[in-house]
C-alpha cells in the first residue's frame, strides 16, 4: 500500500509539474507573439501604387522616390525584454524562445533602420547572403541560382509545351481560389478579394487573400497560387492560430522564412504547378539581390528585368522586391528572396531523409504552424505532450502521401548513383542524335 500511494503521489506531482510547464510555456508565447504584433515586415516595407506610376511617368530614367512612415520598435524592444523574464521553460524549450526573441527584436530593428545601410546589415542578420554557404557547406544559393540561369538558357526558345498558357484575369483567379479555399478550409476560410492598391499581383494573409485588380495571370499561376499561398500560407496561419499553449506558431516572423517558404515553393513543386519560368524569376531574384549587393542601383536591376521578361510593370515590381526597405542607389538590398531556393533545398533534402530512415511521422509536424525546420525537435516534444496541437489543415499531397513517399524513396536512391559516369555516356549518345525540328512550327 505503501509503494502505491508513493505512485499516485508522484503522478500527482508529475501532472502539476507539466501543468506548471505549459502555463510557462503559453504565457511566453504569448508575450512573443504580442511582441510580434507590431513587426509587420512587409506590411511596412510596401511602396504606394503611386511610386509605380510616377516612375513610368518620368520615363524610367530617375530612381523611384520612396517615403516610409515612421516605424517606432519601442513598443516591440520593450515587449521582448519582457517575454525573454519569462523563459523559465526547461531548455530546448528555452533555446527555441530566445531565438524567436531575437528574430522578432532584430526585425523591429531593419524596419527602425530602413532607408539607411543599417537596414541591409538586419536584413543579412535575419535572411542571409547570397554568397553565404549551404548545409552542404560547399555551395552557395547563388551558385545554385547561377547554375539554373545557365541550364534554363539552354532551352531558350524552344517550346516545352503543348499549348500557350491561357491568359487569365484578375477576376477569374479570385473565383478559382475562392472556390478552393472554401473546399480546403471550410468555416475558416479566408475572404478572397480584389483591390487597386496592391503592388504585388497577390497577397494572402490568414483571413483575407487579396488579388490586384488588373494584374494578368496564365493558368499555371493559378494553380502555383492555390498550391503556395492558399494549402501552405493560409493553412500554417490557421494551423497556427488553433494553438492555445504555443501562440507563436501563429506569428509569420523572420526566422520561419526558409522553411515556410520552402514548404510553399515545394507544394508547387510536388503538385506540378511549377514551370522554369517560375523556376528562373526565383533564381533572378537571388541574382539580382547580389547586384544590388554588388552596386547596382534601382535603374541597373530593373533594366536587368526588363532585358530578361521585356514587360515594364513586372520588372519594376520584381525590382521593388529588391529595393524595399534599401538603398535604391545601390549597396544596400532587402536579402528575403534569396530563401525561396534555399528553403525549397531545405525542404527537399529534410523531406528525403525523413523518408529515407522511415520517419514520415514527422511530416504533419512541419504544418502546425509558422516554424523551422530546426525548430521540428522541440515542436515534436511539445506535441508528445498534447502541448502543441496537431495541424487540422494540410496540403493535398501532404494529406494522401502516397506519391510523395514514392517520389521522394525514389529520389533518395538517385543520389546513391554517380551522375559523373552515367553523364559521359549519355552525352556521347545525345551528340549522335541530330537536333529535333518543332512540330509546330
Same mark, same amino acid.
Given at each position: 500500500m505503501r509503494f502505491r500511494g508513493a505512485f499516485l503521489n508522484l503522478t500527482r506531482y508529475d501532472t502539476m509539474s507539466e501543468n506548471r510547464e505549459t502555463l510557462r510555456i503559453r504565457n511566453a508565447c504569448g508575450l512573443l507573439s504580442q511582441a510580434s504584433r507590431s513587426v509587420r515586415i512587409l506590411t511596412h516595407l510596401s511602396w504606394p501604387v503611386q511610386v509605380r506610376e510616377r516612375f513610368f511617368a518620368d520615363k524610367e530614367k530617375e530612381l523611384p522616390r520612396v517615403v516610409y512612415s515612421e516605424f517606432d520598435p519601442s513598443d516591440a524592444l520593450e515587449r521582448v525584454v519582457l517575454a525573454r523574464a519569462s523563459f523559465k521553460c526547461e531548455q530546448i524549450v528555452n533555446e527555441w524562445l530566445h531565438i524567436s526573441a531575437f528574430n522578432i527584436e532584430t526585425a523591429a530593428k531593419m524596419l527602425a533602420a530602413r532607408g539607411t545601410p543599417d537596414f541591409f546589415r538586419y536584413s543579412a542578420e535575419l535572411y542571409g547572403l547570397p554568397h553565404d554557404l549551404l548545409s552542404d557547406h560547399e555551395n552557395?544559393?547563388?551558385?545554385?541560382?547561377?547554375?539554373?540561369?545557365?541550364?534554363?538558357?539552354?532551352?531558350?526558345?524552344?517550346? *516545352?509545351?503543348?499549348l500557350d498558357d491561357s491568359i487569365v484575369t484578375a477576376s477569374e483567379v479570385a473565383s478559382a481560389i475562392r472556390l478552393e479555399v472554401q473546399k480546403a478550409f471550410g468555416e475558416k476560410a479566408p475572404k478572397?478579394? *480584389?483591390? $487597386?492598391?496592391?503592388?504585388?499581383?497577390?497577397?494572402?494573409?490568414?483571413?483575407?487573400?487579396?488579388?490586384?485588380?488588373?494584374?494578368?495571370?496564365?493558368?499555371? $499561376?493559378?494553380?502555383?497560387?492555390i498550391h503556395h499561398e492558399a494549402h501552405v500560407h493560409v493553412g500554417t496561419w490557421l494551423n497556427g492560430l488553433a494553438q492555445p499553449n504555443v501562440s507563436i506558431l501563429a506569428a509569420s516572423r523572420p526566422g520561419t522564412t526558409a522553411t515556410q517558404e520552402g514548404l510553399a515553393v515545394f507544394s508547387e513543386f510536388i503538385t506540378g504547378s511549377m514551370d522554369l519560368n517560375r523556376f528562373r524569376r526565383l533564381a533572378d531574384r537571388v541574382i539580382a539581390i547580389q547586384m544590388a549587393i554588388d552596386g547596382a542601383d534601382f535603374l541597373d536591376v530593373y533594366r536587368f528585368y526588363l532585358e530578361r521578361i521585356g514587360d515594364r510593370e513586372q520588372a519594376f515590381e520584381n525590382t521593388r522586391r529588391v529595393f524595399r526597405?534599401?538603398?535604391l542607389s545601390g549597396g544596400s538590398p532587402f536579402t528575403k528572396d534569396i530563401l525561396y531556393l534555399e528553403g525549397l533545398l531545405k525542404v527537399h533534402n529534410f523531406l528525403r531523409t525523413m523518408v529515407s530512415v522511415g520517419r514520415a511521422d514527422c511530416l504533419r509536424l512541419l504544418f502546425c504552424g509558422k516554424l523551422d525546420l530546426e525548430n521540428l525537435p522541440v515542436v515534436g516534444i511539445l506535441a508528445s505532450r498534447g502541448i502543441c496541437h496537431p495541424p487540422k489543415f494540410l496540403p493535398p499531397w501532404a494529406k494522401d502521401m502516397r506519391f510523395?513517399?514514392?517520389?521522394?524513396?525514389?529520389?533518395?536512391? *538517385?543520389?546513391?548513383?554517380?551522375?559523373?559516369?552515367?553523364?559521359?555516356?549519355?552525352?556521347q549518345m545525345l551528340q549522335a542524335i541530330p537536333r529535333q525540328a518543332d512540330p509546330r512550327n
Open positions: 552557395s544559393t547563388l551558385q545554385l541560382a547561377m547554375q539554373f540561369d545557365s541550364t534554363f538558357e539552354k532551352f531558350e526558345g524552344m517550346e *516545352l509545351a503543348g478572397v478579394s *480584389l483591390v $487597386d492598391d496592391l503592388s504585388a499581383n497577390a497577397l494572402a494573409g490568414p483571413s483575407r487573400i487579396r488579388i490586384r485588380r488588373g494584374a494578368i495571370f496564365t493558368d499555371r $499561376d493559378v494553380q502555383q497560387l526597405g534599401g538603398l510523395l513517399l514514392c517520389y521522394l524513396t525514389y529520389s533518395s536512391f *538517385l543520389n546513391k548513383i554517380d551522375l559523373a559516369q552515367v553523364k559521359v555516356h549519355y552525352e
